[in-house]
């Protein structure tokens, strides 16, 4: 089965979050929206982080407004969907929240 792999969470204004993925065995991409669907960042590809591959994904983000939000994982290449056989590892940070898979 392909899809995305959905994660939501709240956050609260001026909460900083980072979103790095790491030992990636594919060119991820990660996309932050609030909860009526508006992107608010996107990342294919990030070098800030010295312990990723150049192909892996990185969000470092400051909340405008307490809500909830969600963070998506997709796949660069094709359709973007997920298929089996893939893996990353996810960290979250976001200041005062709980994280909880949607998948």
Do not use: K, W
Not at 64 to 75: K, M
Not at 81 to 92: K, N, V
């Amino acid at each position: 089965m392909e899809a995305s792999e959905y994660y939501s969470f709240s956050a609260s204004e001026g909460a900083r979050g980072i979103f790095d993925i790491d030992a990636a065995n594919f060119a991820t991409i990660l996309t932050l929206y609030d909860d009526v669907g508006t992107m608010l960042a996107r990342n294919d590809d990030s070098d800030a982080d010295p312990g990723s591959s150049s192909f892996s994904s990185l969000i470092d983000f400051v909340f405008d407004e307490d809500g909830e939000y969600y963070l998506v994982v997709s796949q660069y290449d094709g359709d973007g969907l997920l298929s089996e056989g893939l893996s990353y590892i996810l960290h979250a940070s976001v200041e005062g929240a709980s994280i909880d898979c949607a998948a």
